[in-house]
């Protein structure tokens, strides 16, 4: 299990183990475990290190001291700039004494024109609850501007390691290459912008053994979650065996958006598929006949599954088809209108709270805010507190898109998932991962692994489209069903 950790469980866990270890031993690991990966990916000679005045800058101190050590085999010219201040703490101070006893260099200001092959950031660490100002907002600002391999000790310096945000309105944060973390992974390093300050992540659990480690609040997706639905399938089975699902939406002018996430359904393996249109815009679907095209107000959905709000609008319809799906008893995800929809409704939230029935809900950032009153920048300043709260609410499974796609439950539980690209910024990409939660819930899937599972190969399809050379520029959403379909396959092999 890929656990994440908050930073009061990470500062729990060394608490705990300060207690049991001798004084300095985290430190010193964390050193060793980040001079290794320094040599790993080292682009030059010359190493520059950033020493801050926390005990991240004695990490740093310990991985200059390793790298310049007078018996090490490296042939690295070291630079250190420590910003440390006059009072450092036990630890600090004998990596600083260790440091300064090595090859290293030290100086007082950022050195110009160098060349260098690796910047180690160890500014600030995952303790910083304030924006970067004056100088040292100066300094970050030129480290990025180098453009140099930079890797970051723990989290990079600016970005909060609880929420992926850079922290301040108008804040900075180091813009790494790789980051090393150290004990457990953070869930700010695989969201919002945490994945694209963070770089390549690297565990480095500082040999602390896993029974030492309380649960953490949030994991990392991954297959093994939804495992036990991952089988081929028997060959006695038929259509019926994989259930219906009905994507109700498509408003005048809008008729695409359900029919992406019909497809979406259809190449994750649903039995049937039906698409009933608000306003209906033909018999057949010529692209995928497979698709059967009905008319929304007089379809009878039967058991099918719905996937209700693509390109549905806001009329009167809408809203009547709407209802009668809160008021049903079938599996429901609601995504785009219906959200919005809902938003607008005191009394259709409340229903789809004291629904008794199955429900995912699909929101992008902004469609979150309006469900929970507050502003699309409140949701991204913690869009694991977010989620938690929106799925509380709702009674629902939530899955809040975005880079780092956050699935919660009612119940608190969270996920992160790692997989997909910037080509998922595309119209009509939420559709089809809409259709595919549908599609999953109808083949027997329970609500919380449809979730995790539909976004987990959402997100892979994107991977494997930009490794095959389609995208991340101009992917398009019509283009994601048909890789959705080898990645599951893939997988249930």
Sequence with gaps: MKSLYSVAEIRNIEHNMAESLPAGTLMQRAGEAAASAARAIL??????????????????????????????????????????????????????????????????????????????DGLFGIGLARPIDGDMRALVEAINALGRPVLALDVPSGLDADTGAVIGPDGVAIQATRTITF???????????GRDYAGQVQLAPLGIDPGQRPAAGARLNEP??????????????????????????????????????????????????????????????????????????DFDSGDATLVIGPGMGDSVTAMRVLFKALEGKAALVIDADALNLIADSPDLQGRLAQRGATAIVTPHPLEAARLLGVTSAVVQGDRLAAARELASRLNAVVVLKGSGTVIANAGGAVVINPTGNAGLATAGSGDVLAGMCGSLLAQGWQAWEAAIGAVWVHGAAADRLVAQGSGPIGLTAGELPLAARAVLNALAR
Excluded: C
Excluded at 183 to 193: A, N, Q, R, V
């Design 224 to 297: 093994a979650l939804f495992a036990r639905h991952l089988a081929p399938r028997r060959h006695n089975s038929h259509k019926g065996s994989f259930g219906d699902v009905a994507v109700i939406g498509g408003a005048k002018g809008m008729a695409g958006a359900p029919l992406m996430a019909a497809r979406g359904a259809l190449f994750t393996g649903a039995g049937r598929v039906f698409v009933a249109a608000i306003e209906p815009a033909g018999a057949v679907d010529f692209v995928q006949p497979e698709i059967m095209m009905r008319d929304a107000q």
């Design 43 to 120: 682009a030059g000679r010359k190493v520059l290190v950033l020493a801050g005045p926390g005990n991240n800058g004695g990490d740093a101190l310990e991985v200059a001291a390793n790298l310049a050590g007078a018996d090490t085999d490296l042939d690295a010219e070291v630079t250190v700039l420590y910003l440390g201040g006059p009072a450092p703490s036990a630890d600090s101070a004998r990596a600083l004494a260790r440091a300064r006893a090595s090859k290293a260099v030290f100086v007082d200001s950022l050195p110009l024109g160098r060349d260098w092959g690796l910047i180690v």
């Design 183 to 193: 004990i457990g992974d953070k869930p700010g390093l695989h969201t919002f912008e």
